[in-house]
Every structure is written in structure tokens, then in C-alpha cells.
């Protein structure tokens, strides 16, 4: 019976979202470098960032009418990367820009976005 438990919690823990599961240390110290608020791109776009209350290194993002939930990914070149896996959503952030993209379709979705502090 315990070998069953055990399959069943770690089944339900597979079936969490990504913004449900705990983040390692790396991933918090990428959530401390992220811009927050609205980031205004190329061709009159705009990205909406924020922190998910009571969920720390978990960011809301908004563009258009769609609405994700991203965490952050290691990175080894020193870029900010928030992803929702699920829906290949992904962020990312260099010092001069950000850009959104659809990793599915292998796309940006949006680009030379900017925060003001990349301005």
C-alpha cells in the first residue's frame, strides 16, 4: 500500500503546473533580476509582468487578451528566461530589450520590448 501512495504523490505532483511546483535556488535568484510592469514593444505592442502574490519567482504576463503564468529558468548566459512550458510561452530579458515568444511555433510574438529600466 505505501509503493501505491507513493506512485499516486508523485503522479499528482506530475500533473501540477509548473507554477504550482517548487523552484529551485537558481530559478529565485533569475525571479529577483526580473522587470516588472508594462514593457512597451515594436509596432505598438506592450507586455504587462507581474509578481503572483504569495507565490515567490512566479510572474503573471499579459499581452493582448492572452494571460500566462511564467517561471524562471536558469540561464547560463546571464539572461532573464520566464517560460509556461505548457502554453510554450517564453520571456526573455537582456539588458537592452525583452522579448516575447512562442516557442511552439518557433516565433516572437513580440519584440524590442522595454522596460524603463532598459531604456
Not at 500500500?1 to 529551485?24: D, E, G, H, K, V
Not at 509596432?43 to 487578451?65: D, M
Amino acid at each position: 500500500m505505501l509503493r501505491a501512495l507513493t506512485l499516486a504523490a508523485i503522479a499528482a505532483l506530475a500533473s501540477l503546473p509548473a507554477a504550482a511546483q517548487n523552484l529551485s535556488p537558481g530559478q529565485l535568484d533569475a525571479a529577483n533580476r526580473v522587470f516588472t510592469g508594462t514593457a512597451s514593444c515594436d509596432a505598438g505592442q506592450s507586455v504587462n509582468l507581474s509578481p503572483v502574490p504569495g507565490k515567490p519567482g512566479h510572474f503573471t504576463l499579459e499581452h493582448k487578451k492572452a494571460k500566462y503564468t511564467l517561471v524562471p529558468e536558469e540561464t547560463t548566459t546571464g539572461a532573464v528566461r520566464l517560460e509556461d512550458k505548457k502554453a510554450g510561452i517564453v520571456w526573455i530579458q537582456i539588458p537592452s530589450k525583452s522579448m516575447l515568444m512562442n516557442s511552439k511555433i518557433g516565433q516572437r510574438v513580440a519584440d524590442g520590448c522595454k522596460h524603463p529600466q532598459q531604456s
